[in-house]
């Protein structure tokens, strides 16, 4: 049983920045996936970043070289630092987590580029 809660979004102008939250209530071991998600309206949801166990963090083309995903494993949180934000960057993004069979997706926090 694992409860992830999102936080750090909100209205940001273009060009700055935000670091979004994902803090992992109840027990959590060994997750085989880590990754943040994005979904605008009308929009399919897509996967922006990623860490797999024993491998690098990997990014979707349109952020690579802006966001870094981290984790702290002592806070059980991960962690999408999201810099030179543009007007693609405004949608809902969710946190999912995934270990064998078992997936958990976070609420979802709003991230709004706008000047």
């Known amino acids: 049983q694992v409860q992830l809660v999102e936080s750090g979004g909100g209205l940001v102008q273009p060009g700055g920045s935000l670091r979004l939250s994902c803090a992992a209530s109840g027990s959590i071991f060994s997750f085989n996936f880590m990754g943040w998600y994005r979904q605008a309206p009308g929009k399919e949801r897509e996967l922006v970043a990623v860490?797999?166990?024993?491998?690098?963090?990997n990014y979707a083309d349109s952020v690579k070289g802006r966001f870094t995903i981290s984790r702290d494993n002592a806070k059980n949180t991960l962690y999408l630092q999201m810099n030179n934000l543009n007007a693609e960057g405004t949608a809902v993004y969710y946190c999912?987590?995934?270990?064998?069979?078992?997936?958990?997706w976070g609420q979802g926090t709003q991230v709004t580029v706008s000047s």
């Open positions: 999912n987590v995934r270990r064998e069979t078992y997936v958990y």
């Open positions: 860490i797999l166990v024993g491998g690098s963090p």
